[in-house]
């Protein structure tokens, strides 16, 4: 019996075997690099730094200075002392802006953003996050009246919970503009020891504590702490943590340059937000805050 036509077709169908594996090797090798590639541009695009908003001009009004106030808790004194010296600017209004990195579901992503501030009253965020500088994602979020609502590419939060948390970013955000923290007679300080102050903010008929705590040795605000709802669905509250990163002036005005905000329950910052503009006393905030976008 020859064997020459068997060995023949098993050798013939041997080598369509052999050569689909080094194709399918070849497609794995090929999807693997190319979604690294991917992953490598994506990452790219996000180290990117946006432009900046617009530096447009604001038409303001003249700023008016008071005394320091006397009855301040001594580390609070002594933080304002060293920031204004014997008299402070009175802030009614206020337009921030600068550029920022935020953390979104376990991503971080560049940012521009630019607040507008009725002191002590409303606040409008505009938070534009980019990829290779071009906008991605926006947030229009307000606190008008009262009221807090959040817009989002996802959706729309707003309820009892956002106007908690909504609050007490009115008041944290001061860091930026200090000088309202002890010129406006709704915030009032309580003394602790040398390095820690409480502070009571009003929230309708209700009362918000915020912890103050200053370094020893500088005597610069480091942190406000207060206890804040997470989202529109949370049911407790969670430690909300604000820390000034740093300080320094921006536009001759002394501000928080580095402000970092974090929830206890997590291990770092989602917000590292980084301030370039100041303009005292907006004559248009009122518009601004109920502008469309």
């Known amino acids: 019996m020859s064997f020459g036509p068997i060995a023949a077709r098993m050798n013939g169908s041997a080598r369509p075997v052999r050569a689909s594996k080094g194709i399918a090797v070849n497609w794995i090798l090929g999807l693997t690099v190319a979604l690294g590639l991917l992953l490598l541009v994506g990452w790219g695009g996000l180290q990117v730094r946006p432009e900046p908003f617009p530096d447009e001009r604001v038409p303001t009004t003249e700023t008016r200075y008071v005394p320091l106030p006397g009855d301040l808790p001594v580390p609070v004194e002594r933080f304002y002392r060293g920031l204004y010296g014997d008299r402070v600017p009175v802030i009614e209004t206020v337009l921030l802006a600068g550029r920022a990195t935020l953390r979104v579901a376990g991503v971080t992503l560049p940012a521009r953003w630019r607040f507008v501030h009725d002191v002590g009253n409303a606040y409008r965020h505009e938070i534009v996050t980019s990829w290779f500088g071009l906008p991605l994602l926006?947030?229009?979020?307000?606190?008008?009246?009262?009221?807090?609502?959040?817009?989002?590419?996802?959706?729309?939060?707003?309820?009892?919970?956002?106007?908690?948390?909504?609050?007490?970013?009115?008041?944290?955000?001061?860091?930026?503009?200090?000088?309202?923290?002890?010129?406006?007679?709704?915030?009032?300080?309580?003394?602790?020891?040398?390095?820690?102050?409480?502070?009571?903010?009003?929230?309708?008929?209700?009362?918000?504590?915020?912890?103050?705590?200053?370094?020893?040795?500088?005597?610069?605000?480091?942190?406000?702490?207060?206890?804040?709802?997470?989202?529109?669905?949370?049911?407790?509250?969670?430690?909300?943590?604000?820390?000034?990163?740093?300080?320094?002036?921006?536009?001759?005005?002394?501000?928080?340059?580095?402000?970092?905000?974090?929830?206890?329950?997590?291990?770092?910052?989602?917000?590292?937000?980084?301030?370039?503009?100041?303009?005292?006393?907006?004559?248009?905030?009122?518009?601004?805050?109920?502008?469309?976008?």
């Open 138 to 293: 926006r947030v229009d979020e307000r606190y008008v009246d009262g009221v807090g609502r959040l817009e989002l590419p996802f959706g729309v939060e707003e309820g009892p919970t956002v106007n908690q948390g909504a609050n007490l970013a009115l008041w944290a955000e001061a860091m930026w503009f200090p000088a309202a923290l002890i010129t406006d007679p709704r915030a009032e300080w309580e003394p602790v020891n040398d390095a820690t102050a409480l502070l009571r903010v009003p929230f309708g008929a209700i009362t918000e504590t915020f912890v103050a705590r200053f370094d020893p040795a500088s005597g610069q605000l480091v942190l406000l702490e207060a206890m804040r709802y997470k989202g529109a669905d949370a049911t407790d509250k969670t430690l909300w943590l604000s820390r000034a990163g740093s300080w320094g002036e921006v536009d001759r005005q002394p501000t928080a340059t580095v402000a970092l905000v974090q929830w206890l329950d997590e291990a770092r910052p989602w917000a590292d937000f980084r301030i370039e503009r100041i303009v005292l006393n907006v004559s248009d905030a009122g518009a601004r805050l109920r502008a469309d976008r």
